[in-house]
């Protein structure tokens, strides 16, 4: 499974630029808060960023150091995944959630002028799964609380698929497990589903990121142009598809776990197939799926870098020949790097604390970003204009502006590659996995012993190419049906692949001989049994997400606005419209017991049906 790095962010304070005298101690907490999140993924950046997904320079590093070796034990898949205990993602998870409510009632009080605002504020975050190949992670700069909302929600979503990663490297694989007892492999099960459900939530929120709160923060602004590759539609989309195929795996893997528990031929398992081994025919359709899943994210993410790669050409298509007011453009954006150099410590020395090789990659660091034009960093306003209330920011707030929200990103970000790496890889095993039941569903099922052959042919050729062999991601931990011998060396993703090819050897040696002695049966060509590959065949679906209900003002239990006439708490709401004004630019709103029942009954038998 893959470890996502998690983002930080740069320190900011509410009360700044919020006015107020009813909501002091609501603001004050609202900082506290978030600036306990930002010490939890701070202290999780430094200590555990050589564990996780990385960009491209790192990944690099860790397959040079770790393809030559691998460790012994059947415990090493859990040490492979990552360094950090569930408990310490789980911390991460939790902060955010008691985060969010106080956030959304910030969002909400800005929209109904209980809080004024002075400016509009700047939030910096780090990317997760994009970075530029040298100065790896980038800190993007961007005006408005939808920036915020987002931000977290991605941080969010991302924390819990690292959470369910390191539950599933926990359990180590304990369907081989001779020694556990009934109780404890059902115990095991059960965490297993557990994870699988957690990947589910990610992928909801994720899904409600892309087509939810994106597409409104575009339609508040106006336009996102400037957005980090990983807030792009595109790119949460992809994530999502990440997660549900993580989950798909997995429960793949709860699903053989009782046979593999009971198989005696643990070692090269080959014909017959066990009576109570679940269809060969099912877990095709499922593995096929995660490859549905994990192809489709593969090209929601290149249409990221095909679609920066296009704006970038027709930006240097309008630029040629400097006039006067681009060199003084130049100029002021040169000058402005300068002057953010004093603000960097602040949020970029986390590697202060680990000896003189990170300080001088720090200092590096920060003379290649003093060369580079249009950093990414920026400090608050130095003169902020005071608003008689956050309507006459509306517009902006997030807008994607140099002059508000920081130069805009670097035209070489991409996404990391360890990440589409991963993608491939799965993708690729996942559809060997499926040709190896499909064969075995035609061998045993229907005794179409050509065609069996056909696939575990395919399936043996993707196994055995070099992308598979020598391209496995030394950080991917791939949960399949495999039923591995326990004096395995690797819990990898190279050792799994090694495994199944053994299992794929076994089964098409076996079925070769009963063709050539008993079947006779013709082997069709590749090309014609993979016009026959049934569809994928999905086993769980993302859980929808909704916002957290307001820890206090608009949407909020008992909330009294200004002047009281308005139905803004939340058990008034169902008296205003659902498209009013009052209550369209809200977030966090939940649809009352009341308000379901007069929605129930405003429709009649067959409303809309005319003929």
């Known amino acids: 499974m893959y470890m996502f790095e998690l983002a930080t962010t740069g320190s900011i304070s509410f009360s700044d630029f919020l006015v107020t005298t009813e909501l002091v101690s609501q603001v004050s907490e609202a900082t506290q808060l978030r600036a306990r999140l930002r010490g939890v993924l701070k202290q999780n950046r430094a200590g555990q960023s050589g564990s996780v997904g990385k960009h491209v320079g790192s990944y690099n590093e860790q397959r040079g150091t770790s393809s030559g070796s691998q460790a012994a034990g059947d415990d090493d898949c859990r040490a492979s995944a990552t360094s950090v205990n569930a408990a310490d993602w789980l911390t991460i998870v939790k902060t955010i959630e008691e ?3 106080h956030l959304l009632g910030v969002f909400n009080c800005v929209q109904t002028d209980d809080l004024i605002v002075r400016y509009e504020p700047v939030f910096s975050w780090r990317t997760s799964i994009s970075g530029t190949r040298f100065r790896g992670a980038q800190r993007i700069a961007l005006g408005g609380l939808h920036y915020e909302l987002a931000s977290t929600l991605l941080t969010y979503a991302l924390a819990l698929s690292n959470l369910s990663a390191a539950t599933v490297a926990s359990l180590g694989w304990y369907e081989r497990d001779r020694s ?7 115990r095991n099960d059960e965490r297993l589903k557990w994870a ?8 909801g929120i994720l899904l409600y990121l892309s087509t939810q709160l994106i597409p409104k923060w575009s339609d508040h602004v106006g336009s996102l142009d400037g957005l980090p590759p990983d807030l792009t539609t595109e790119a949460t989309l992809a994530l999502s598809n990440v997660c549900m195929a993580q989950a798909q795996a997995l429960a793949i893997r709860k699903l053989v776990s009782p046979s593999i528990a009971k198989a005696v031929d643990t070692l090269t398992p080959g014909p017959p197939l066990d009576k109570n081994h679940p269809s060969a025919s099912l877990l095709a359709k499922l593995h096929l799926n995660v490859v549905e899943q994990m192809e489709s994210a593969v090209a929601l993410l290149k249409t990221i870098a095909d679609k920066r790669r296009r704006k970038s050409a027709n930006h240097a298509g309008t630029q040629i020949g400097l006039s006067a007011n681009h060199e003084h453009e130049l100029a002021s954006r040169l000058s402005a790097s300068r002057d ?3 603000h960097e410590h602040d949020d970029d020395m986390v590697e202060t604390n680990r000896g003189a090789g990170a300080q001088a990659t720090s200092k590096r660091n920060k003379l290649l970003g003093r060369f580079k034009l249009g950093s990414s960093k920026s400090s608050p306003p130095r003169s902020a204009s005071v608003h008689s209330g956050p309507h006459d920011v509306a517009r902006s707030s997030g807008h994607l502006s140099a002059s508000t929200a920081g130069a805009p ?16 890889f799965g993708a690729a095993f996942h559809r060997s996995m499926a040709y190896k039941w499909l ?16 696939y575990l042919s395919l399936s043996s050729a993707l196994l055995s190419s070099s992308t598979m062999r020598d391209g496995a991601p030394s950080h991917a931990l791939i949960p399949s049906s495999l039923l591995l011998n326990k004096s395995t060396k690797s819990g990898s993703a190279g050792g799994v692949v090694e495994q199944e090819l053994a299992t794929v050897t076994h089964w098409l040696v076996s079925y070769r001989k009963l063709n050539d002695t008993v079947a006779f049966q013709r082997v069709p060509a590749s090309d014609e049994v993979t016009s026959n590959v049934p569809a994928g065949r999905p086993a769980l679906g993302a859980k929808p997400y909704t916002l957290p209900s307001p820890a206090w003002g608009p949407a909020s239990a008992g909330y009294k606005g ?30 009352t017991d009341a308000e379901t029942h007069a929605t129930a009954h405003t429709h ?5 049906a005319y003929y």
């Open 409 to 424: 990103v670097d035209c070489d970000v991409e996404i990391s590659s360890s990440l589409l790496k991963y993608l491939g």
């Open 180 to 186: 556990l007892s009934l109780d404890q492999r059902k």
């Open 196 to 203: 699988a459900d957690t990947l589910c939530r990610a992928a």
């Open 604 to 608: 009649y038998a067959g409303h809309g």
């Open 99 to 101: 985060y969010l409510p």
């Open 340 to 342: 953010r150099a004093d």
């Open 562 to 591: 200004r002047g009281h006439a308005l139905h803004l708490a939340s058990e008034t709401l169902h008296l205003l419209d659902e498209h009013h004004p009052a209550r369209r630019e809200l977030v966090g709103i939940h649809a």
């Open 439 to 454: 064969a075995i569903d035609h061998g045993e099922s229907s005794s179409r012993i050509g065609t069996a052959i056909a």
